[in-house]
């Protein structure tokens, strides 16, 4: 039997008006499923020989790629679409083994994306670890005599402040000294001195960061001397 294909494309076509198949007869009513032969008009499915195949709706353009490469026989299945005047996909007729491949595959996928994640957080998790570790040994080494344990505390607020862009150079950037020195600031501020309470009775910041200033220096100067 000599099917019309357009392209390598085999076609079947969803019916608007009446129809009967051009070879058993049969009456197939409206909305029939049906493909064009040659000087035989339209033919059911089931004389077509595409009686077999499974009907896979559009929608998931993965597993309709996939269930095409493993389907021997397949048919896009069209619709006339009164609106645009235009033949639409609707799906595509496929072999039943050819969806369950395409299923296994696509479930594959999401498993293989889901383990990627857990391997970028892992690494994130590790570079973050790295990145306190670094801060913190960077506050000991510019502020010596900062109470012990103060120093991963302000590292960990810093990793938080960075995490989502910690790459190696945003990394190497935030241990630059004057970085370092505004995090144990802020640290100090909010820690050592009344600054929050300041803030919390509605002083302007420019105001409590100036009433706290001369007890951040003492604490700075303390914290960073060498004797
Ligand atoms: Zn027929």
Redesign the pocket.
Known sequence: MSQIKQGTELKVFITTGDSS?G??G?QLGRHAWITLVEGKGA??L??ADLDHLTFLPSGDAALTRRARKHSTLSAVVLKWSRARKRYERQGLLVEEQAIEQAEQECLADIEIRARRREREAARRAELDQEFVSSFAARVRQLFPHCPAGQETVIAEHACQKYSGRVGRSAAAKALDEQTVRLAVIAHVRHAETDYDALLAQGDERSEARAQVHDAVARILARWEASE
């Open positions: 198949c070879e058993c049969e033919l059911c089931a004389c």
